[in-house]
């Protein structure tokens, strides 16, 4: 079975310093890779994801992730810290036992921005 | 276009009643998705239907069950509440099964 880790529970950084959120993924085959991300009260908004091809993917609101095989990593970062970027994010995987179709995610990482 | 729609947002049960969610999928989308997300499991894959059948199952106990209309609507049923049951219940579209999957608001159930 698939599995998500998410490492840190709690990551707070301070306005304006980079954003790095960690995922790794086991998985027999190739997954598919999503980040999304869930502000209070609101359901999940995906923000970037990998499938096939270039291995750093851009999403929105300036953040990207690269999909690292050998590390089984998909790492979610972003240069500058907005205080609009706290949030909870979610880092998924699709099963290909599946056919894709069931996302399994990791526990969650709260942002918290330091003014 | 519209997203992910779900009603009602907030809900109030009680132990041993039952509840209906309904989600209607962005439009185009045919396949829907349910997930359960709680403070002690976390996101937790209900079931997912396509073309009004069910195509894949999570872990949940035959309490919980739902079904797809011919305009891709899709409703969840969960029958005897428990006090367990509690929890944001999201629902995500996508155009078909194995595509980009895109959530809604979510309902807030809450059983006393």
């Known amino acids: 079975a698939q599995s998500v880790t998410q490492l840190g529970s709690h990551v707070s950084v301070s306005e304006g310093a980079l954003v790095l959120l960690r995922c790794n993924y086991s998985s027999s085959v190739p997954p598919y890779l999503f980040w999304y991300v869930q502000y209070p009260n609101q359901g999940l908004q995906l923000l970037l994801k990998y499938t096939t091809g270039a291995t750093l993917v851009k999403g929105i609101n300036g953040f990207e992730a690269e999909f690292k095989k050998s590390e089984t990593s998909f790492h979610l970062t972003k240069p500058s810290a907005h205080m609009s970027d706290a949030a909870e994010y979610f880092c998924?995987?699709?099963?290909?036992?599946?056919?894709?179709?069931?996302?399994?995610f990791g526990t969650g990482t709260r942002l918290t921005i330091i003014p | 276009k519209a997203g992910v729609t779900q009603t009602p947002r907030y809900l109030i049960k009680t132990r041993g009643q039952q509840v209906t969610l309904s989600c209607s999928p962005i439009s185009g989308h045919r396949s829907v998705s349910w997930y359960q997300q709680t403070p002690g499991q976390g996101l937790q894959f209900l079931f997912e239907?396509?073309?009004?059948?069910?195509?894949n199952k999570g872990n949940f106990p035959g309490r919980f069950s739902g079904r797809q209309f011919s305009n891709s609507r899709s409703e969840m049923n969960v029958s005897t509440l428990e006090l367990g049951d509690s929890a944001l219940y999201l629902c995500?579209?996508?155009?078909?099964?194995?595509?980009?999957?895109?959530f809604g608001p979510g309902t807030r159930l809450l059983v006393l």
């Open positions: 998924a995987v699709s099963d290909p036992n599946f056919g894709n179709e069931k996302l399994t």
């Open positions: 239907y396509f073309s009004e059948t069910q195509r």
């Open positions: 995500a579209s996508s155009l078909f099964p194995g595509e980009t999957q895109y």
